[in-house]
Structure formats: structure tokens, C-alpha cells
């Protein structure tokens, strides 16, 4: 059984910075790779950042330069590090795992996901 729980989420500021934690637990050596999404409401639900076991880092263009994707493989844990946030940023943020090679912006190439953690940025 694999589980994935978020940590990190809160409410901030305009122009500052937050780091998310997903932490992995049972078969994570089956993962090719591992990705953050948001859904904000009334929205769908929208790729953010992916890290492949390789190392390899792929991200939305509307957080590229302000937000690291990074991962500790002796803890099992994927961080997020965002930087610059702001308003548009806001939304549930959700960790995801794929064992396969596959499309790591698409959602549905994703076998496990976690509860989310909320990000609200007050403007």
C-alpha cells in the first residue's frame, strides 16, 4: 500500500515564500516519478511541477522561475519550494505518484495521490 501526505500549505502574503513536504510511504521504490497539481476552486485541476527517478524536472509555465520541485530519496520525500506567490496561486495543492513512464503533466498518468494541502495568498 503507498501512502502520500502532504504538509506545508498555510496562508501568505503576496511576494512570499512556501515550501510543501509529500512524504511517501510503503512500495515508493516502484515510482518513476512524482509530481504536485492544484486545483483552485470552480477550476480543473492543473499541473505544477514533476521529478522523474532520474532527477529530470519538467514545470507549468505559469510557475517556472518562481517555484523548485526537489526530492530527498533517504526520507522518501518530494518538496515543493514556491517562491514569489501570488493570488492566482491559491488552490489545494495534491502530491502524485506514476510507476510508469508516461505523460507527468497529465493527471490520469498518476496511480496514487494524496489529501491535498490548502495554499491561499492574500494579495
Known amino acids: 500500500q503507498v501512502q502520500l501526505v502532504e504538509s506545508g500549505g498555510g496562508l501568505v502574503q503576496a511576494g512570499d515564500s512556501l515550501r510543501l513536504s509529500c512524504a511517501a510511504s510503503?512500495?515508493?521504490?516502484?515510482?518513476?516519478?512524482m509530481a504536485w497539481f492544484r486545483q483552485a476552486p470552480g477550476k480543473e485541476r492543473e499541473f505544477v511541477a514533476a521529478i522523474t527517478w532520474s532527477g529530470s524536472t519538467y514545470y507549468a509555465d505559469s510557475v517556472k522561475g518562481r517555484f523548485t520541485i526537489s526530492r530527498d530519496n533517504a526520507k522518501n520525500t518530494v518538496y515543493l519550494q514556491m517562491s514569489s506567490l501570488k493570488f492566482e496561486d491559491t488552490a489545494v495543492y495534491y502530491c502524485?505518484?506514476?510507476?510508469?513512464?508516461?505523460?507527468?503533466?497529465?493527471?490520469?498518468?498518476?496511480?496514487?495521490w494524496g489529501q491535498g494541502t490548502q495554499v491561499t495568498v492574500s494579495s
Open positions: 510503503g512500495r515508493t521504490f516502484s515510482f518513476y516519478g
Open positions: 502524485a505518484a506514476r510507476r510508469r513512464e508516461s505523460a507527468y503533466y497529465s493527471g490520469s498518468s498518476y496511480d496514487y
